[in-house]
């Protein structure tokens, strides 16, 4: 499975971006997607998963939990992330992650898209 990601770029602060990422190769062996940010000096956190498996249920950290909100198109090849109401701490490299079922750890990782929310 490929994952890459888009939509990244500059904003000021209260603005919105939406971040998307294309699946692409054996996208049915996998049963959930997620985003990750990792900040300057920070480690990297999980923001948002969207279950891909035909549940469609969503989580997401109180970080951006009614800031951010997760989606994907009915073929499960692309997900999205629509992110309201940015805060100069949501800068960080955005990365898409794809899970297999059974696994421990996320399997597949796009290259990241940067977020600079200017305040």
């Known amino acids: 499975v490929q994952l890459v990601e888009s939509g990244g770029g500059l904003v000021q602060a209260g603005g919105s971006l939406r971040l998307s990422c294309a699946a692409s190769g054996s996208i049915d062996s996998i049963n959930a997607m997620g985003w990750y940010r990792q900040a300057p000096g920070k480690e990297r956190e999980q923001i948002a998963i969207i279950m891909v498996d035909g549940s469609s249920g969503t989580w997401y950290s109180g970080s951006v939990k009614g800031r951010f909100t997760m989606s994907r198109d009915n073929g499960k090849s692309t997900i999205y992330l629509q992110m309201n109401s940015l805060r100069s701490e949501d800068t960080a490299v955005y990365y898409c992650?794809?899970?297999?079922?059974?696994?421990?750890?996320?399997?597949?990782w796009g290259p990241g898209t940067q977020v600079t929310v200017s305040s």
């Open positions: 992650a794809a899970h297999r079922p059974g696994h421990q750890e996320w399997d597949y």
